[in-house]
């Protein structure tokens, strides 16, 4: 009884830790590096910081570097509230997607609308962070670069394919975890009751037949 117990409160435990890293925490996902010409593409960027209680703020570059040539351009920068488009050819083309309502961002993603061949190239991230401590502030550069292909017709890549279906069984093998652990801890709660039953059962019959020793004995004597 006390071992199902234990299971349960683990199997409590480790769901609530699902929940909040899904709901809560900063997790650092790659970009796709894919786009198709004519449609919206989002650019993944994520840079969590390494501890979560210490207040920050951070302002975000976006650069690009286009096949063929040699530099990054400054194409987009954004400081919690203002967005500034730098590069005339990603005019009235490049949307925020990332963190809002915060100067603490993590999640530094753009959009890039309409793309285009010609939007083939390395792009370059980075986070210009300030961590603010009790009686210092402590200043970090966090850089990601995202290496994209402009393609005239979606392809599904085999790696995107075998994520789907390792998320896919790592689910179902979950639920049939959960599942067992449910008629383990319920077969061993019925054996329980059932022990219990039985021995409040005897426990009842050896007090009814010293009962009825005792009133023998008493009948016996008088």
């Given at each position: ?15 609530a830790l699902s929940v909040s890293v899904c709901r809560g925490a900063c ?85 890039i609308l309409n793309v285009t061949f010609n939007d083939s190239g390395v ?100």
């Open positions: 009884m006390d071992e199902c117990v234990r299971r349960l409160l683990l199997l409590c435990v480790f769901c997790a650092e996902v790659d970009s796709d590096t894919e786009a198709v010409a004519g449609r919206s593409f989002k650019l993944g960027c994520i840079s969590c910081k390494m501890r979560g209680e210490v207040e920050a703020t951070a302002t975000i570059d976006w650069l690009f570097k286009a096949r063929g040539e040699d530099d990054f351009i400054h194409i987009y920068s954004y400081d919690g509230q203002v967005s500034n488009i730098v590069d005339e050819r990603f005019q009235d083309r490049v949307e925020w997607h990332g963190s809002r309502k915060t100067f603490d961002i993590q999640d530094a993603s753009v959009d792009y370059r991230c980075i986070f210009n962070r300030i961590l603010s401590y009790a009686h210092y502030e402590f200043t970090t550069i966090e850089q990601k670069e995202v290496y994209l292909t402009v393609v005239a017709k979606a392809t599904r890549g085999t790696a995107s394919i075998v994520s789907e279906v390792m998320m896919y069984v790592s689910i179902i093998g979950l639920q049939l975890w959960l599942l067992v652990e449910m008629i383990y801890c319920y077969r061993k709660i019925a054996a329980a009751g059932e022990e219990a039953l039985r021995a409040s059962a005897a426990e009842y019959l050896a007090i009814a037949s010293e009962s009825k020793d005792n009133c023998g004995g008493v009948q016996v004597a008088e």
